[in-house]
């Protein structure tokens, strides 16, 4: 699996736009990139994936750059309910999910 | 929509109990993961099954065992309990199909903790 390096933590207005990026240069070509988050002691919630093209769904848009080395997951409007970490994740299927460290967001009124 | 179920929601033990948690996947998924999330760290893989048969192994220790039985649930049976199997344990199930949306769902883990 590919090795993902993202921001220990951010912090983001609540209604203003949540942007965590996420470096992943040794995905390799077969591997998608995955977001999931957890709020406190919750199971672990899927967000978003993508191969080679942005991605948008109900709860965020994924933005991959085309060397597919780095990805943005957006978060449009942000809520308090979206304070969580934030795990950036390549991935194949059926196989396991190596979460590391992520993203640690914090949104304040 | 289903979720994944697990049971019980909290268990306390002993040092050198047993304990059997179970998992209960969405329906018609066809494979089971297992995770370990001790204290302020991250989930760890610890076992999965595909179709009732073990399909990869992580980190789990020779105390435990897993297994997938023919209505897809599954059971993680932990043995000889230390304190350091206090932890959240998550279930989490997919469908596995041959292009993108393999995507896992977890259940609301079992917090076990060992006395």
């Known amino acids: 699996d590919a090795k993902t390096t993202q921001p220990t933590s951010m912090d983001c207005a609540e209604g203003r736009a949540a942007n965590l990026p996420c470096n992943h240069s040794?995905?390799?070509?077969?591997?998608?990139v995955y977001w999931y988050r957890q709020i406190h002691s919750q199971g672990p919630q899927y967000i978003i994936h993508?191969?080679?093209n942005n991605e948008t769904n109900e709860m965020a848009s994924l933005i991959i750059t085309e060397d597919r080395k780095s990805s943005t997951l957006i978060l449009p409007h942000a809520t308090l309910r979206d304070t969580a970490v934030y795990y950036c994740?390549?991935?194949?299927?059926?196989?396991?999910?190596?979460f590391g460290g992520g993203t640690r967001l914090m949104v304040k009124p | 929509a289903a979720g994944v179920i697990q049971s019980p929601r909290h268990l306390i033990k002993e040092k050198r109990e047993t304990a059997t948690l179970k998992c209960y996947p969405i329906?018609?998924?066809?494979?089971v993961y297992w995770y370990q999330q001790g204290p302020g760290q991250d989930p760890q893989f610890l076992i999965s099954?595909?179709?009732?048969?073990?399909?990869d192994k992580g980190s789990i220790p020779d105390r435990f065992s897993a297994q997938q039985f023919s209505d897809y649930h599954s059971e993680l049976n932990m043995s000889s309990l230390e304190l350091g199997d206090s932890a959240l344990y998550f279930c989490?199930?997919?469908?596995?199909?041959?292009?993108?949306?393999?995507?896992?769902?977890f259940g609301p883990g079992t917090r076990l903790t060992v006395l």
């Open positions: 994740i390549g991935y194949n299927a059926g196989n396991m999910l190596t």
């Open positions: 989490a199930s997919s469908l596995i199909v041959l292009a993108g949306g393999n995507e896992q769902f």
């Open positions: 040794t995905i390799s070509g077969n591997e998608y």
């Open positions: 993508g191969l080679k």
């Open positions: 099954f595909y179709e009732k048969m073990q399909s």
């Open positions: 329906p018609r998924h066809d494979t």
